[in-house]
C-alpha cells in the first residue's frame, strides 16, 4: 500500500509540475491524486473507521483553507470590478526609470502583504502595461515584481498561501510572523532592488499612457476599495480577539462589503449593477486553483495518515541534522515544484508537540518556501501569472532575474539566522 501511495502521488505531481506539455490542467491532476490517495489508503487498510476519521479530521482543516481563499479572492474581484486598485495605480507617474524601480518595488511589496502576491502581479503587470512603452525594459520591472511579490507574502498571514496554511494551521501567530520576518523579507528584496536600480540609474522611460475613462464613479471606487482593503487587514485582528479561524473573519467580511455593495449600486437598474455584484465577482474567481488546492492537500493528507512523511521527517533528521538547512533546502525546492505541498507536507512532518506554534522551523519554513520560489519564473504563482500576462520565457528569466532572486533569497535569510 506505502508504494502504491508513493506511485500515484509522483506520477499525479509530475503531472501537475509538466501542465503545459501533456495539455492537462493541473486541477484535475491533483484531484485525481488526493482522490486515488484516499481510496487506496482506506483499501489497504484494515481499520477503515480510522481512516474516515482522519479524512474528516483533514478535511476539517482544508475547507478552513479553501473557505478563507475564495472570500479573499471574493473580496479582491469586487475591488477590481469598481477599479479600486486605479487609486493606487494613478498616483504613478515618473519618467526616470530608476525612480518607477523603487516606488513599484516598495509599492509590490507591501501591497502584496495586505492582499496576496498572485493578485498584486497581475495589478502590478497591468499598471507597468500603461506605464513602460519598450517591451524588454518593463520585463526587468515584472522580474522585480515577481520577487517583490513573493517577498511581500512571505511575511504577512494573508500575503502567501504557504503562510495562510501554517497560519490557519496553529504554526504560526499573525504578530510573530510580522515581527520576525518583515525585516529579511525587506533585504530579500531589496537587495535586488538595489542591483537592478544602478542598472537602470541613467535611463528614462519613453511614453506614458494616459488613463483609460472609469467603468464605475469616483465615490463608488472609493467605497468598496477601502471598505475591501479595511476586510482584508481586520481578518488577522479578528481572529486574535475571538480565537475564531480566519475564514470566519473573511465570511463576515464578505458579507458586510456584500451589504455595502448592494447599498452603493441600490439606485441602478439590474443590468447595470450585476457587474459591480459580489455574486459576479465570485463567479470570477479562478476556481480551478481553489481545486488544485483541494486535491493537492488532500493528496498530502493521505501521505501523512499513512505515516509516510513523518518516516520522511525522520530521515531528514537524521542524514542532515541541521534544521536550518532542511528549511533552505525546502525554500530551494520550492523553485521547482509548488510551495502548496512542500509545506503541506512539512506541516505532515513536523508536530506541534515537537515544534511549537512560532517555532524557529515554522518561521523560517514560511520566509524560505514563500521566497524561495522567485528563483524559477514556474517557482511561484507570481511568477506564473506574469509569465502567462507578457509570455515571459523561462530562458530569459533564468538568465537575467533568478541570479537576483537567489542573491535576495540568501541575503535575507542571512539576516534571519543573525536575527535568530
Known amino acids: 500500500m506505502i508504494i502504491t501511495l508513493i506511485i500515484i502521488f509522483v506520477v499525479g ?31 489497504g487498510s484494515s481499520d477503515t473507521h480510522k481512516v474516515l476519521e482522519d479524512l474528516q479530521h483533514h478535511l476539517g482543516e482544508i475547507s478552513g483553507i479553501l473557505f478563507f481563499l475564495i472570500g ?15 487609486i493606487i495605480t494613478t498616483r504613478l507617474k515618473t519618467r526616470k526609470a530608476s525612480t518607477l524601480l523603487v516606488i513599484v518595488g516598495i509599492l509590490t511589496f507591501f501591497l502584496s502583504a495586505i492582499l496576496d502576491n498572485l493578485t498584486t502581479t497581475i495589478v502590478m503587470v ?20 515577481i520577487i517583490a511579490a513573493n517577498a511581500g507574502g512571505a ?58 475613462e472609469s467603468r464605475s464613479t469616483e465615490r463608488d471606487r472609493n467605497i468598496i476599495f477601502f471598505t475591501g482593503i479595511a476586510v482584508l487587514v481586520c481578518v488577522p485582528v479578528f481572529k486574535s480577539i475571538t480565537h475564531l479561524p480566519p475564514f470566519m473573519g473573511m465570511i463576515i467580511g464578505l458579507g458586510i462589503l456584500w451589504v455595502v455593495s448592494e447599498i452603493v449600486h441600490k439606485d441602478k437598474d439590474a443590468e447595470d449593477k450585476i ?22 492537500l488532500l493528496g498530502v493528507s493521505a501521505l501523512q495518515s499513512a505515516g509516510i512523511l513523518a518516516d520522511i521527517a525522520g530521515w531528514l533528521n537524521s542524514s542532515v541534522g541541521n534544521v536550518a538547512i532542511i528549511v533552505l533546502i525546502i525554500g530551494l525546492l520550492s523553485a521547482l515544484v509548488d510551495n ?48 502567462g500576462m507578457e509570455k515571459i520565457s523561462f530562458g530569459w528569466y533564468l538568465k537575467k532575474i533568478s541570479w537576483l532572486a ?9 539576516v534571519f539566522l543573525l536575527m535568530n
Open 275 to 296: 457587474q459591480f455584484s459580489v455574486a459576479h465577482a465570485l463567479g470570477k474567481i479562478d476556481t480551478p486553483s481553489v481545486l488544485f488546492f483541494l486535491g493537492i
Open 126 to 145: 497591468s499598471l507597468l502595461r500603461k506605464l513602460v512603452s519598450d517591451p524588454p525594459m518593463r520585463l526587468k520591472y515584472i522580474g522585480l515584481v
Open 155 to 212: 511575511w504577512s498571514p494573508m500575503g502567501d498561501v504557504t503562510t495562510t496554511m501554517l497560519w490557519i494551521g496553529g504554526q504560526i501567530s499573525a504578530a510573530s510572523i510580522i515581527k520576525a520576518l518583515i525585516i529579511p523579507s525587506l533585504v530579500c528584496m531589496l537587495v535586488p532592488l538595489a542591483v537592478m536600480y544602478f542598472q537602470m540609474r541613467n535611463r528614462y522611460l519613453l511614453a506614458i499612457e494616459s488613463a483609460t
Open 72 to 86: 479573499a479572492m471574493a473580496v479582491v474581484e469586487l475591488i477590481d470590478a469598481h477599479e479600486g486598485f486605479e
Open 340 to 387: 502548496v505541498p512542500l509545506v503541506a507536507a512539512a506541516m505532515g512532518m513536523y508536530a506541534l508537540n515537537q515544534y511549537p506554534q512560532d517555532d524557529f522551523l515554522w518561521t523560517f519554513l514560511a520566509f524560505s518556501a514563500g521566497t524561495g520560489g522567485s528563483a524559477l519564473i514556474i517557482g511561484s504563482a507570481a511568477g506564473v501569472a506574469a509569465m
Open 13 to 43: 505531481y509530475l503531472a501537475i509540475t509538466m501542465e503545459h506539455g501533456i495539455k492537462l490542467n493541473k486541477a484535475a491532476s491533483a484531484l485525481l491524486l488526493g482522490g486515488l490517495c484516499w481510496t487506496v489508503l482506506i483499501l
Open 406 to 414: 537567489l542573491l535576495g533569497y540568501f541575503a535575507g535569510a542571512g
